[in-house]
């Protein structure tokens, strides 16, 4: 099955004055047509909108007398995955295509969705062709004019210019990119242009009106006044509500921001349950703690090996010494891990074990029969002074130890500045402290992801088959290289802290008042 990569693309205001753009693009290159096409396309979902909340959507598009259904996958992050896959497969005319849709995301990802997806919206798209040819580069422009409609008649216009590099320069990569960052120039320097952040059916979807797509908000800071009682209760609502969000788009496996997200929302969930824990059921509250923990430390293996994933490019550069073949073989070998990681934390989303989580967040949430009556305000210094303790005894134990003592003072200044977060309107914590926390625990991260690309590196040796000499070669280089990190855990930890100024940060929290 082709995959397709998506081109550039830029939203048009109503207001754009087409011959300024075309004037402009005249004077970087040369422009051939223009030719006129139409393209109808249907955008499908099911009533609860199960295919978005996955991060993906599907398309019945008739364009050039050809019939297709398209999946597209929508990420969460464009930075983090700047060139989401495009899946196409033709249609006959009498197909149903919301079975064929409801089949093939089963097929494709195992999304098994509740109903076929039915008509969400409808585009009409007038497109207008040019070919473009700048310094032997020859792209493809194209103007679209898009009318969008919902199913209950509302109607909207839009407009697009996407530019798509058809004929590199000679075969030269770097030429050819050099030449499409000047016609991208050019085309930002135009008035009613600007770079397009979401997909079209995104911007369509809210243009109709019917709502963003989104997957859970993070929850307002706790107030001195409310209720402990309920502030922690709502803290653990939303987290979990945005744990639930990220689930479909794990499973379907394509954008790492899902599981990354999932994560962020885990570690908040469990912070929020030992924070507040005398604010919950004590049985329910130890058990949701072990489960989620359970269930954190197996979606934490799927992003690690995201991240190592993340890494090649960089130490594709910093070990040129090391043959394309190996990285490519190390590559694989990585992809083969993740996927035995991914299967092993999808088992932990469904069945009875999942239930009973379900369960346990909601007798944690329920009302409390105790009648507890503390304000978030009363206690917020006693629970921040528990964690500034815990995060002094880690920086202590940094001084004696390694790489684990390192990870472990990056566990604690996460886990203050989560309980910050959710209490930082009760202490009016400045944002300097929140700053400098994230930045402590971004230098910390990096260090234990050099440690662990040495621990990674380590498996991949022992995995079948057997590495040939190449891929051997630069695995030991990545054992080497992580082992080295490892070293000077304990030296960039301590100079880390320093530069942060984290005892004083700490001892300030610790006597706010002084």
Same mark, same amino acid.
């Not at 849709?101 to 008509?119: K, N, T, Y």
């Not at 075969?171 to 135009?190: M, S, T």
């Not at 049985?283 to 994933?309: C, E, I, K, N, P």
């Not at 239930?355 to 009556?373: F, S, Y």
């Given at each position: ?85 495009? !899946? ?109 952040? &979401? ?25 001195? *006044? ?43 969930? #469990? ?17 949701? #703690? ?79 029969? #105790?009648?507890?009556?503390? &304000? ?44 910050? *977060?959710?209490?930082?309107?009760? !202490?009016?914590?400045? *944002? ?26 380590? #498996? ?31 030296? &960039? ?22």
């Amino acid at each position: 099955m082709p995959v397709v990569r998506a081109p550039p693309t830029f939203a048009c205001a109503s207001d754009l004055v087409v011959a300024e753009l075309l004037d402009r693009l005249q004077s970087i290159g040369t422009l051939h047509g223009p030719v006129d096409a139409r393209a109808d396309e249907i955008y499908l979902d099911t009533r609860g909108d199960e295919l978005a909340a996955a991060g993906v959507t599907a398309r019945c598009r008739d364009y050039a007398g050809v019939r297709t259904i398209q999946l597209v996958v929508v990420p969460i992050d464009p930075d983090e995955l700047p060139e989401p896959p495009l !899946l196409e497969r033709a249609v006959s005319r009498v197909d149903d295509v919301g079975a064929a849709v409801r089949s093939w995301v089963a097929e494709q990802f195992g999304l098994e969705l509740g109903e076929a997806p039915r008509e969400v919206l409808s585009l009409v798209v007038a497109r207008r062709r040019w070919s473009f040819v700048v310094d032997e580069l020859r792209l493809e422009l194209a103007l679209d004019e898009i009318a969008a409609s919902e199913p209950h008649g509302r109607r909207v216009r839009l407009g697009e210019l996407s530019i798509e590099a058809t004929e590199a320069i000679s075969g030269d990569p770097v030429r050819a990119a050099a030449v499409l960052r000047r016609v991208l120039a050019g085309v930002r320097k135009v008035d009613g242009i600007e770079e397009a952040k &979401t997909s079209t059916f995104e911007r369509a979807r809210e243009a109709l009106g019917l709502g963003e797509l989104g997957y859970g908000a993070k929850p307002a800071p706790l107030g001195a *006044d409310d209720l402990l009682v309920d502030g922690a209760r709502r803290m653990i609502a939303s987290w979990w509500s945005t744990v639930r969000a990220h689930i479909p788009g794990v499973r379907v496996g394509v954008d790492p921001e899902h599981v990354h997200k999932l994560r962020v929302a885990l570690r908040r969930l #469990r912070t929020a349950l030992k924070l507040f824990d005398d604010a919950f059921q004590p049985a329910a509250a130890a058990r949701l #703690r072990d489960s989620t923990r359970t269930l954190g430390r197996a979606f934490g293996a799927v992003r690690d090996l995201d991240v190592q994933r993340a890494a090649l490019a960089g130490w594709r550069q910093d070990f040129s010494t090391v043959e394309v073949s190996a990285w490519r073989d190390i590559c694989e070998r990585i992809d083969r891990e993740r996927n035995a990681a991914r299967k092993v934390a999808l088992t932990l989303v469904g069945g009875d074990a999942w239930q009973e989580i379900q369960d346990d967040v909601e007798r944690c949430i329920a009302p409390d029969p #105790r009648g507890l009556r503390h &304000t978030v305000g009363a206690v917020a210094p006693v629970l921040v002074r528990k964690r500034v303790d815990r995060c002094t005894r880690a920086l202590e134990r940094v001084e004696d130890g390694g790489a684990a003592q390192a990870h472990a003072l990056r566990i604690e200044v996460k886990n203050l500045r989560y309980s910050l *977060d959710f209490l930082g309107a009760a !202490l009016a914590v400045e *944002d300097d402290v929140m700053e400098r926390l994230a930045a402590l625990q971004s230098v910390l991260g990096e260090v234990q992801d050099d440690v662990q690309t040495g621990e990674l590196a380590t #498996r991949l040796v022992a995995m079948s088959p057997r590495p040939p000499s190449a891929t051997a070669f630069g695995l030991g280089v990545l054992v080497g290289y992580g082992r080295a990190r490892a070293d000077h855990a304990t030296r &960039t930890a301590l100079h880390a802290a320093a530069q942060h100024g984290l005892r004083e940060l700490l001892a300030g929290l610790a006597h706010p008042h002084d």
